[in-house]
């Protein structure tokens, strides 16, 4: 026996889905302009991977800066969600370089704590034995 319950589960996946949809075709420019700086992104990383130091002086802080814009774009959005937006925000470019780098930070933190955490229950377990 199927309860009502266990109905409207299986159809949360397909509303997110939906609601997602919705959320990002109803400002199609911002999405491919997303789109494409996640693909310039990926290109100047692997270009630089491909050639010589001085290509990868170039494209690795170019690709860097487009990471800061993407994090502080993703600030943006749940921000935005948050308080219940319809559709992708407008791409304002002080506000995602803010965003970017106060997201950088925290990543930074939070990745430092993580690792600390991580690299001391390793050697109070003994995984890790440097002595």
Request: with cysteine.
């Amino acid at each position: 026996m199927i309860g009502s319950k266990s109905i409207i589960e299986a159809k949360m996946p397909l509303k997110r889905l939906k609601y997602t949809f919705d959320y990002c075709s109803a400002n199609p420019i911002g999405f491919l302009i997303i789109l494409f700086l996640i693909w310039s992104i990926n290109f100047m990383n692997s270009y630089a991977d491909a050639h010589t130091i001085k290509y990868k002086l170039i494209f690795y802080p170019m690709a860097f800066l487009v990471t800061l814009f993407m994090y502080g774009y993703g600030l943006a959005i749940t921000k935005d969600t948050i308080r219940n937006g319809e559709k992708l925000p407008i791409i304002k470019l002080k506000q995602c370089t803010v965003f970017g780098i106060k997201a950088s930070i925290m990543i930074t933190r939070y990745s430092f704590i993580e690792g600390f955490l991580l690299y001391d229950l390793s050697t109070r377990s003994y995984l890790l034995n440097f002595t």
